[in-house]
Structures are given as C-alpha cells and as structure tokens.
C-alpha cells in the first residue's frame, strides 16, 4: 500500500485512511476561514481608520463602559457629539465598532431602506426570544405580516373605548397611595416605580382581565417581568454574556429562565381557561355576553382572530403576543407619563392651565371620571395636548422619555457617505435618539462579531 508522507508535520510514512484525509480537508477548511475572516477584518478596519474614536477605556474591551443607559451615558453622548463634528466610532470589545452619526443627510439612505433588507435587530432581540416568543415584535416577514393583521382589531376604538374604565380604577388606585404616603409625612416619592405598577396593573386588566392588586401587594407575575426587563437590559452589558452557553451558566441565566417559566405559566393558564370556555359556547355568543358583562381583552381578540384562510393562531402565538405586549407596552408608558408630570411640576403655570381646562371639560357631568368622549375633547384644549408631545421631545440636556434606541440590521448592500468616504455593501445596524445640540438623528452602527455583517446590537 502506498505510504503517505506527513513529514511536514513531524510525522512519518503513514498509510493514507478515509479518517486522516477527513481530518485534513476540515482542517484545511479551517483554515481558510480563519484567513477569509482575517482579510475581511482587517479590510474593515482600513475602511474605518477616517472615523475619530475617544480614548479606550480598556485593550481589550475597548469603550464598553463609556456609555452606559442612564443619564449619565445620555450626557455622555452629548459631549461626544459636541466634540465630535459628525460622527466618531467607539469599540465594544475587539471586533464589534460602532459608528455614530448626527447628521440626518449622512443616514437618509438608512433609514429609508426597506424592510428586505433591513430585518430586525439580530443580538438584544435574541436576548428577549426565550421571553416573547416569535411575536409581531420578533418576528419578521410573512409571519409578521400575518399577525400584525390579526393583531389590527385588538386596537380598535371599539375594543379600547371600555379600556378607559379600567384606566380610570388603575389611576385612582395610585392617587390613594399617593395620598397615604403625603399624609405620613412623605416629602418625596420616586414616581416613576409607582406609574410603572399603574402601567402593569392596567395592562395585566386589559390583557388577561386579571386583577392581580399589584398596586397594592406584591404579585409574582408583576416581579417577573420587571425582573426579565432588567436582566434582558443588563446582559447587554455584559458582552461576554451574549452567548447563551455563557449565560445560561450564570446566576443571572438561572434567575432569567426562572422568571420566564413564570410568566409562561400563568400566561399558559389564562389562554387554556379561555380555550375551553369558547367551543362551550361558540364565538358569537362569546362576544355577545362578553360585551354585555365586561370588556372584551386582548387574549378574547386572539383567541377569536382568523386569518384570510381561516386559520386561528396557535396557544404559542398567543402567548407571545400576550407577552410581548406587557413587555412593550407598560415600560414606554409609564416612563412617558413620569416625564409628563416631571414638567408640568417644573413649570406650574402650564400645570394649572391644563388643570382648568380638564375641569372646564369634565363641568356638568354627573361623572367626574375622564371617558372616551372627553379624551376626544382634549386636542381641541389650547394646552393640554402639548404637554405630551413637547414631553416626548427630548430634553436639552440629550435625555429623552422614549425609548432610547431602536435597532435594524442591514442586510443588503448600502451606500452612504460618511466623513467625505463611501461605504459599499457593508452590513450595518442602525439605533436613533436625538442630539438636540446639533438639531439632527443620532445613529451608531454596530459592526457583528464578524468582519462586514451585522450586529443589530441596540446602541445607546
């Protein structure tokens, strides 16, 4: 038989075996992706030597650190951005830059590419996977076309408008607390906790039509989620922490899959209760007495939604769309609301406008509760409906009530001209907050691990 030599490995003559030619086409195949990989990062390194980056905090880790997600980040980015007079790129780690630009002209390409070739964010949505499922907030493409059709008639006036009892009792529950607490003595109160229990319990009324009194005692289900939220947000932090295997090791990965089997759970538990109650009666006399009992809630519209071929939506589904909006919906308005009160406390003459004109609106009513058809009164009030929108306006010192980022990662080839330079097919993730010093869109583009593709990592 002939031998085959392996001298260059230090080997003698060995006979040639189905195993050892396995052995070496796979590490020859490692090794050209080893050297693929290398070109490609050090291709785009070059092309980013125009962009000026702060000091590194770290040689290895590089910026993480630099901005963190409170407001002493957001200031941060505001000296960065006054510093820096368009752009400037910052590390996180070895192999993730991420490229802020202020100036909308410079972004136009990216903001206006289409949903083909600019899919959702690929790494912090990951993170939320395991927590909400593939819902309309996760999923893309003809999935998420499908549900976001099916998900239209929950947001109906006619399904809100009774919501509006439930927001009435939720608020009025806060208000009692509020005044407990100011007839203790309390001098101050961190409202932004409070509203948050407000936002959660109205949300758990209109979702699940449970009243779990979070407000007032401590509920599983309610600690559960803040508990996910923060942990989802923390571990993007963390970068070593991205991979799961890393993660689901650590104390914070057992306190993650424990929260969610929790939510999931009593999630589960709704939807199966009202899965047998529906063949029971049948749809129509489900809504019928629905509505003439109580208000119709969010897992009843999905339960009952069929698409154009008459297909209903799996328990799994439903549960992820039940999920994702407790996730989505309570955090943004609470945090909304907070900032609201935040500035008409800071500018009381606007606060007493606003009150006179709600008064003037709720005069001769037998109810002093607000109802549908007063809110609708409200824009036509000369101050009442710019409070809200002049609140979500972001601050001048950068900060901003909203959500601070939202990601997309590029997909498809793109060109946009950054610092005089021209950037071709390289895949990019988008994150916008205002920078109100310069009046323009902030974006960061996260590189992914690997050189040219897409990391959807949301940026502060």
Request: glycine fraction near 4%; proline fraction near 6%; aromatic fraction near 10%.
């Amino acid at each position: 038989m002939q031998l085959l030599s392996l001298s260059w490995l230090g080997l003698g003559p060995v006979a040639p075996s189905p195993w050892l030619l396995l052995l070496m086409v796979g590490a020859s195949w490692l090794l050209a992706r080893a050297l693929a990989w290398s070109f490609a990062f050090y291709d785009m390194c070059r092309r980013l030597r125009c962009f000026p980056q702060p000091p590194k905090l770290h040689w290895f880790l590089g910026h993480v650190g630099l901005i963190i997600f409170n407001e002493e980040g957001i200031m941060k980015v505001t000296e960065l951005v006054a510093t820096y007079s368009q752009t400037f790129m910052i590390w996180l780690g070895p192999f993730n830059p991420v490229i802020s630009v202020f100036h909308p002209d410079a972004v136009r390409c990216v903001t206006n590419a289409s949903a083909a070739i600019a899919p959702k964010d690929v790494i912090f949505y990951h993170f939320l996977k395991p927590w909400l499922g593939d819902g309309v907030l996760l999923s893309a493409g003809d999935k998420w076309s499908r549900h976001r059709r099916m998900l239209t008639p929950a947001f109906h006036f006619n399904i809100l408008k009774p919501y509006m009892t439930i927001f009435n009792e939720s608020a009025n529950i806060m208000h009692a607390k509020w005044q407990r607490l100011a007839l203790e003595g309390s001098a101050r109160l961190e409202m932004f906790e409070h509203i948050s229990l407000m936002t959660l319990d109205s949300l758990q009324k209109c979702v699940f039509s449970f009243d779990s009194h979070c407000q007032e005692k401590p509920s599983e289900y309610i600690a559960a989620i803040l508990e996910l939220s923060a942990l989802a947000e923390k571990r993007n932090q963390q970068i070593f922490l991205h991979w799961d295997f890393l993660y689901h090791l650590s104390p914070d990965g057992r306190r993650f899959r424990r929260a969610c089997r929790l939510v999931h759970d009593f999630t589960d538990a709704v939807i199966q209760e009202r899965r047998r109650t529906l063949p029971d009666q049948g749809a129509d006399d489900f809504l019928m007495d629905k509505a003439r009992t109580k208000t119709l809630d969010f897992i009843d519209v999905l339960l009952l939604a069929k698409d154009e071929d008459g297909q209903v939506l799996s328990d799994e589904d439903i549960r992820a769309e039940a999920d994702t909006v407790m996730f989505a919906g309570h955090d943004t308005t609470a945090s909304s609301l907070s900032w609201v009160l935040y500035n008409l406390a800071k500018h009381p003459e606007y606060q007493e406008r606003c009150r006179q004109e709600v008064r003037e609106l709720l005069r001769d009513r037998q109810s002093e509760e607000i109802e549908w058809r007063v809110c609708g009164c409200i824009p036509r009030c000369p101050s009442s409906p710019a409070a809200v929108p002049r609140t979500l306006h972001s601050r001048k010192d950068g900060s901003s009530p909203k959500v601070l980022s939202a990601s997309s990662t590029f997909s498809g080839p793109i060109t946009t001209h950054l610092s005089g330079r021209t950037l071709r097919s390289m895949t990019l993730s988008a994150s916008t907050q205002r920078t109100p010093r310069r009046g323009h869109l902030w974006l960061s583009f996260p590189s992914q691990r690997g050189p040219g593709t897409a990391s959807g990592r949301r940026s502060p």
